[in-house]
Structure formats: C-alpha cells, structure tokens
C-alpha cells in the first residue's frame, strides 16, 4: 500500500477513534430522545362512526381515505350514534380512538365520568351543522305548527338510543315546559321511523343529521311531507351554547321543483371529532388536515371555510389541532414528506438541546486528536532518554547505546503520521542525531 495511502487511512482511523465516545454519545441522546418523543404515529386506528349508510359513515370513509395515503389504516366501528361514541371512547377497554360527537352531548360526558371515572377528551374542532329535521304529516296538522308544545298528542319519533337524538329533544322539550309524556314517544332507528312515518304510524320523527342524509333528502321532496320551522331558532341559540341559527335555503334540495319553497328557519347543532387526551399528536393533526379537506367546502348551510372550526366545540380544543387552525399546516410539511416532516418537527426541540450540549464538549475533540498523533512520536522519546542517561552514567558501553540509536532511528522512520505532524517525526529524528553526535564525540 503506498505509504500516502495508508497515512490517510491512519489519520481517519485516529479521528475516528477520538470522536467513537461522542459520536456513540450524540446516538444514545437521539435514541432516548426518540423513545421520550415517539415521533411516528401508530399505523392503525379505530374511528367510532354512525349506524351504517348515514352521513357520519360516509364521512368515516373519507377520512379512511384520506389517511390511508400517509400508510395509516383507519378501522370504522359502526355504532348507534354520538352517545355510543362517546360511551366507547370513555371505556378504556375499548380501542376506539376517534369518534363523531354529536353537539348538545356534554351533559351525558358528565354523567359517564361519574360512572366510569373520568377521561379526558379533546376536540379537534367542529365539523359541520347537524340540523334538527323535524318531519310530520301535513294531514296531522290542519295549520303548519310553529311550536314544539304545538305537537302534544302526537306520535313522535325522537330517534334511537344511543344517539344523539334523544337527549337534544329532552333539552328542547324542557326548555318549552312540556314533559316526555306530553307526545306518544318512541325510539325507532332512522330507517324503520321514516317508513312507519310514511305509512301513518307515527305522526312526525326527529332526525338530527347533516343535510347529505340521503334519508333527510327524500323527506324533504316527499309530497305529505312537511318539515317543521323553528321560528324561534335564535332564541334557541340564545339558550344553548352548542346550538345555532340556520336557513335552510330556498330551492336548495331541489331547484327545478322549488324544494322547499322558501327559507325555511331551522336550529342546528355542531359536530365535532373527539378523540382520547393522549392520542398521539401526529394522529391528530393528520385527522385535523383531513378534516379541512373533507369539510370545508360549501354545504346547504355552510360557506366554504367555515369549517372545519375551533368554535362551538363543547371539549376543549387539542394542542394540534389549535395550532393548525391558528397557524395552518406545519412549515415543513410544505415542503417535505409527511414522516420526514413529522419527525423533524417533533425531534427539533431534543436535537436543538442536544447539540447545545454537545458544542462546548465537541471543543475537546482536536487537543485529544493531536495527542492521539502526538503519542506515536513521544513514546520513542522514552527511550531516547534511557540511551541518553546511561550514556552519562558509562553504565553502557557507548558501541551498544549508537546501536541502540540506529534501531531507534529506524524504527521512527517507519512512523507514520498525518502531513501535518511530519515536523514532529523530524524533530524525533532530529534529536536522535543530537544524541549520537555526543555519543560520537565521546
């Protein structure tokens, strides 16, 4: 090997061998750093959604959708509604993560904290308005009614248990003075409410969902069909914080029929996506990016943006999902990768620390490297001296100590050293002629 060549390879191998302790330090500090920070999310999740083919289903699907091309499986549990979402995600038995709640549910979060123990939940915003579609039959009523307490004596439908439904109308029917036996009231599912609504067995039905309810479309052009006008829906709102005013625009559901044939005043609650306090931060600023794509176009009763939202949520708002919807996408995701992004956004603050440590102690790395070199040429000094003491001593005959000396010489000759440190091999070489030029004259 030429000798260029292998004083290269020496001089890497000594810089290695120097910086191996920091080097294996800066790896341990990541490694633990890593493990303290968990940057990358976990590759399966569970979305409590609604019962099957309604609007909080076909949303969940969107949201598989979505996350599916960041490698994330989103596993959709069918459930009965917001109240069974709600419940699942407070039994720490149940893997669910994610789940629809419907506004107005905070009431029933309480009492489930009261049983179960408390869980914390957060929101990641509000999603979009859910009506409250009040359908009857206009053959019931022989005046369009304009008030709840209007419906005493009827069959009303109020929505099955475990939804949302129930618990907003006994709000509703408190805040008219009127009490659940004032109306023949039942639980029937959606889809078994709108065909006994249909055939005359049930006067009127509840239904508390997004206008994409293909159930609340067909109503809404269903000739006998009436849909009830909250006429005091700001007072509604005034009322309760997790309800709004809404207008169902005129022509909206049907154009060339004029359905329904004028602004219709509704009362509408929010939405929102509720997910356990420790899920893991990526999870849910993904879920909140997803979110903005999925619900921030224009609706029936929403302008494009106005949702997803930090308002009219009823649990407070998570960390990730605030600071996107004050700040907008993480800087990095602009521009790289979602896990290059993700990582780096969440390990910035530990490498930051870690290499302020590291600095100041890096400043050790070149004297321990120059004294690494510097060793191949003072060991020969040690013996150097021996030759030179028992030179003044005579205790050595001065033929053995020059042929001492020209071993020495020739050993040093053969040290190989950085070109930055050949002085110091000279100066060895140097001084071993000092010492056999005394030696000579002697």
């Known amino acids: 090997m ?34 303290w920070l968990d940057p990358t999310p976990p590759r399966h999740v569970v979305l409590a959604t609604g019962p099957e083919d309604s609007p909080y289903a076909a949303f969940g699907k969107q949201y598989a959708a979505e996350l599916k091309g960041y490698g994330i499986e989103v596993q959709l549990r069918p459930t009965r509604g917001s109240g069974e979402n709600l419940l699942l995600l407070h039994d720490t038995n149940n893997k669910v993560d994610f789940g629809f709640v419907q506004g107005g549910s905070s009431e029933f979060a309480a009492k489930l904290d009261q049983r179960h123990g408390e869980t914390a939940l957060v929101s990641l915003g509000s999603l979009f308005y859910e009506p409250v579609w009040l359908f009857y039959r206009a053959d019931k009523a022989k005046a369009a009614p304009r008030q709840l307490a209007q419906l005493k004596g009827w069959r009303v439908n109020v929505g099955a248990l475990g939804s949302g439904s129930p618990g907003l109308m006994s709000k509703l029917l408190a805040a008219n003075l009127m009490e659940r036996d004032d109306f023949v009231r039942s639980s029937d599912a959606e889809t078994p409410a709108v065909q006994k609504l249909l055939a005359g067995e049930l006067d009127a039905m509840v239904l508390v969902s997004a206008p994409e309810s293909p159930l609340v479309q067909m109503l809404l052009q269903t000739p006998g069909i009436r849909l009830f006008e909250f006429m005091q829906a700001e007072a509604y709102a005034r009322r309760y914080p997790f309800i709004s005013p809404v207008v169902l625009p005129r022509g909206v559901a049907d154009l060339a029929r004029d359905v329904p044939p004028r602004d219709e005043p509704l009362i509408a609650t929010t939405t929102s996506l509720v997910a356990r306090e420790g899920t893991h931060p990526a999870l ?72 302020a440590i590291l600095i100041p102690v890096s400043r050790v790395v070149p004297p321990l490297y120059r004294l690494r070199i510097r060793r191949r040429v003072y060991r020969w000094y040690r013996n150097l001296r021996r030759i ?34 050949t002085e110091e091999l000279y100066a060895l070489r140097q001084h071993i002629g000092l010492v056999r030029a005394r030696l000579q004259q002697r």
């Open 284 to 355: 849910v600023q993904l879920f909140t990016q997803a979110a903005a794509r999925i619900h921030g176009r224009a609706s029936w009763m929403a302008r494009a943006g106005q949702f997803p939202s930090a308002e009219r949520t009823e649990f407070p708002l998570a960390a990730e999902a605030a600071r996107y919807y004050r700040n907008g996408p993480p800087f990095m995701q602009r521009y790289l990768p979602f896990w290059l992004a993700n990582v780096i956004d969440r390990m910035w603050v530990a490498l930051f620390s870690i290499i």
């Open 2 to 35: 030429p000798r260029v060549v292998r004083e290269t390879l020496l001089s890497v191998r000594d810089l290695m061998a120097t910086m191996g302790p920091f080097l294996l330090l800066i790896v341990a500090a990541l490694a633990a750093a890593w493990w």
């Open 388 to 421: 030179e003491d028992q030179a003044a001593d005579g205790s050595v005959p001065a033929k053995d100590l020059l042929a001492d000396l020209d071993k020495l010489d020739a050993r040093a000759a053969h040290v190989a050293l950085p070109l930055a440190y």
